[in-house]
């Protein structure tokens, strides 16, 4: 029997990484929202790596957190070792990642989640998304209760149609193994539907590893937070160490004897499986010349036992599972507390979706996360906070936040899902980035926090101290192109100390420092009228500085992306109509509806002369118009 339980504005499927964003961007945003979970209990749960961030990762984290988002915030709370990745390389691929307590992640944002004004959370679930005339009018859920809603948001990671896989056990439940989503059906509705696999490794029993045999991983003596609201001193705490260790060739022998009997090789899996986290028999087949593979231990949490085993995913039966450990130095007596699995899931396609995330075909509807066919658990985040600020957005009747390739990571991320699509688990990588030097982690809060605060979730005190070091910046670079050192003593020898050229004329501190073997605080004994400046600005100058020509490049770049993505295509453009298209192209672009010709000319199969002769067609149109204006 059904019956009418409320009236809301937002209702969210799904309560992990993208469902929590979005909740608490609607309700941030003073819209009664629900967020609907199988399980109040794994509200933001990791059930696959006890971690944050990573390469590019991080850079997803830190603007998620720049526009007022609420996981680097929470990894600060609950890290258990921290460490910046890439240092030895420039600043554009440094990256955060930090090890979480698992346990108290989930805690933390489940606090935060029930203090928060606008937003409850049920565990119910949800089994229809109601349509009317193309338009989300509400959800109703297994328990016969409908909920009337003015936008919907599916969160709903990797939990839809959901089969688990060990070997040759098959399990229809979620991860950790959870209740599946079996009864809510997405084809009814009209949407494309792919079948994705991804996979996780076992957990084991620290009381049986020997971490003596191992390699000890430290995290960073000096921490960089995720949150741009935090300092080192406000999250700093004992770090706990990771360890290393190597698979083998009787490892590898042991995979390769039992392959027939691994879902993926035996045929048993359906889904297309992601490429940059690969199982351990993937690896073993795919590079058969190696002779060992990384393998991390690391600890899921301060009060666990658990212990993660990085880089050995899994989906052969639990005794070879056993076997393949066992043969690892410093695992010869390991216990499991989890086997490692296969999980298999329904995601849509993300070509349907426009670039606020919303149904391209249902009005109201909108999608993020692992259900967009991404992976991991800060692209989930990044889409939910875009998928929430928009759907609060359109119930305002106001225009989407659209953060271009050109402004951040997470407009890399989804122009990526929407225009290109996936055809497998979608993975964040700096290599996709074009402006990458531009987009770079240190400087996510200068990008994006005025976003953030013009739509209303970065508070008005954050935003004051985000104007006051931007102002520092500016006003010191501007200083230093001020300060003339000559050839004096003390300046030649701090030049000698850092092996760097001694000067032959007077120059300005500004192009001194663009030397990249010296470093701002090198001149504070003939700096004497340095301004006093915290690290992470010192660390903003220094990169302006010493990538000014870069930088200065890509800008022209950014410059003339802009160009092509404000020439805006007719939404009901025939493209039948524009002379010499190919077929492929014709049909692409007919598919995935492209806004402007910069979208266009990313489409796969659509090609330059494409472009070319779309961009001719539509200065004709205009033309054309403008004739039949002046005739009228």
């Known amino acids: ?66 526009l007022g988002g609420e996981m680097g915030k929470n990894i600060d709370k609950a890290y258990i070792q921290s460490k910046m990745l890439n240092q030895a390389k420039g600043p554009a691929v440094h990256s955060l990642r930090a090890q979480a307590d698992k346990i108290k992640y989930t805690n933390e944002m489940t606090q935060v989640i029930q203090n928060t004004p606008n937003l409850l959370v049920k565990q119910q679930e949800v089994t229809q998304i109601l349509v009317e005339n193309n338009k989300v009018v509400g959800i109703k859920t297994n328990t016969g ?38 009864t809510i059906s997405l084809e009814e509705l009209g949407i494309e539907i792919r079948r994705f696999k991804t996979g996780t490794p076992a957990r084991v029993d620290g ?100 212990m993660y085993v990085q880089g050995m995913s899994s989906s052969l039966p639990e005794e070879v599972q056993i076997k393949m450990l066992r043969s690892i130095k410093g695992l010869s007596n390991v216990e499991l507390v989890r086997t490692g699995y296969a999980i298999e899931y329904d995601c849509i396609n993300p070509i349907q979706l426009t670039h606020s995330l919303e149904l391209k075909n249902i009005s109201g509807l909108f999608s993020a996360g692992q259900i967009n066919g991404s992976s991991g658990y800060e692209e989930a985040a990044a889409q939910g906070l875009i998928a929430g600020i928009n759907a609060a957005l359109k119930i305002d009747n106001k225009e989407p936040l659209i953060i271009d390739r050109s402004e951040g990571y997470i407009g890399v991320l989804i122009d990526d899902l929407v225009t290109k699509g996936t055809k497998e688990p979608y993975r964040m990588l700096t290599s996709r980035a074009e402006y990458r030097l531009l987009l770079r982690q240190d ?3 200068m990008r994006l926090t005025k976003k953030g605060y013009d739509i209303g ?25 001020k300060v003339y050192l000559g050839t004096s003593e003390t300046v030649q020898n701090i030049l000698l100390q850092k092996n760097s050229t001694p000067l032959k004329s007077g120059i300005s501190l500004f192009e001194l420092l663009k030397r990249p073997e010296l470093e701002y605080n090198d001149f504070n004994e003939v700096n004497d009228k340095r301004p006093e400046l915290t690290p992470e600005i010192i660390e903003q100058i ?19 992306f802009k160009k092509l993505e404000k020439k805006l295509i007719p939404t009901d453009l025939d493209y039948n109509d524009v002379y010499s298209l ?11 509806r492209p806004i402007s010709i910069g979208q266009a000319s990313r489409i796969s199969g659509v090609s330059p002369a494409d472009v070319s002769m779309l961009l001719i067609y539509l200065e004709q149109l205009k033309r054309g118009k403008n004739n039949v204006r002046n005739r009228g």
């Open 207 to 306: 009381r049986t590893v020997n971490i003596d045999e191992m390699e000890p991983q430290y995290g960073d003596e000096n921490i960089t937070p995720f949150s741009f609201s935090n300092t080192k001193e406000d999250i700093s705490r004992k770090q706990i160490k990771c360890y290393l260790t190597y698979t083998n060739e009787l490892t590898h022998q042991i995979i390769r004897d039992n392959l027939d009997r691994s879902p993926m090789y035996s045929g048993v899996i359906e889904g297309i499986g992601p490429r940059y986290c690969p199982s351990i028999e993937d690896k073993v087949v795919r590079f058969a010349d190696k002779e060992r593979h990384q393998v991390f231990i690391e600890p899921e949490g301060e009060q666990t036992q658990e």
């Open 145 to 182: 209760a409908v909920y009337n809603a003015k936008a919907v948001i599916i969160a709903a990671g990797t939990y839809i149609k959901s089969r688990v896989l060990i070997g040759e056990c098959i399990e229809h439940i979620g991860p950790n193994g959870l209740k599946s989503a079996n």
């Open 457 to 481: 979730l970065v508070s008005e005190s954050a935003y004051n101290a985000f104007v006051q070091k931007k102002k520092s910046i500016e006003t010191e670079i501007k200083r230093l192109q």
């Open 443 to 445: 400087n996510a809060d």
């Open 1 to 66: 029997m059904l019956y009418d339980a409320a009236d809301i504005d937002v209702a969210v499927i799904g309560a992990g990484h993208a469902g929590c964003e979005a909740g608490l961007a609607c309700a941030r945003l003073n819209k009664k929202t629900i967020i609907f979970t199988m399980s109040v209990d794994t509200i933001a749960m990791m059930p696959c790596n006890p971690n944050i961030g990573g390469t590019s990762k991080g850079h997803l984290v830190r603007e998620i957190d720049a």
């Open 542 to 560: 220094q990169i302006e500085l010493k990538y000014e020509g870069y930088i200065k490049r890509q800008l022209i770049q950014v410059e003339q």
């Open 582 to 592: 190919r077929l492929e192209a014709k049909q692409k672009l007919e598919q995935l």
